[in-house]
Nanobody, 127 residues
Framework: QVQLVESGGGLVQAGGSLRLSCAASGRTFSSVVMGWFRQAPGKEREFVAAISWSGSTTYYADSVKGRFTISRDNAKNTVYLQMNSLKPEDTAVYSC????????????????????WGQGTQVTVSS
């Protein structure tokens, strides 16, 4: 079992920044791939970013590439999502997820790949 708790969401103006954190507890954190997904009202959940267990490989959705950075600190069992140059269309509930380690670009973008999910944190970007 892996328990995930997100924090760091909030209200920010367009162009601003936020850093989300996801604290994990339970089974070995360093052996899992971690991902961030988001879901806006009336829309399907979408992939945002993922990071391999070692942190050596990262993956991003085209919509956030160059603006968001995913990182992890295995000593602290925490994964981060630094979000810069935020846009109103980034408004959503952001959830972190953990799944079996993989370096397959297709696999890590699939929500069904992940076994454990946090409760989510709201990010609202005003125009």
């Amino acid at each position: 079992q892996v328990q995930l708790v997100e924090s760091g969401g909030g209200l920010v103006q367009a162009g601003g920044s936020l850093r989300l954190s996801c604290a994990a507890s339970g089974r070995t954190f360093s052996s899992v791939v971690m991902g961030w997904f988001r879901q806006a009202p009336g829309k399907e959940r979408e992939f945002v970013a993922a990071i391999s267990w070692s942190g050596s490989t990262t993956y991003y959705a085209d919509s956030v590439k160059g603006r968001f950075t995913i990182s992890r600190d295995n000593a602290k069992n925490t994964v981060y999502l630094q979000m810069n140059s935020l846009k109103p269309e980034d408004t959503a509930v952001y959830s972190c997820a953990a799944g079996p380690n993989s370096h397959n670009d297709y696999v890590v973008r699939r929500a069904t790949r992940y076994n454990y999910w946090g409760q989510g944190t709201q990010v609202t970007v005003s125009s």
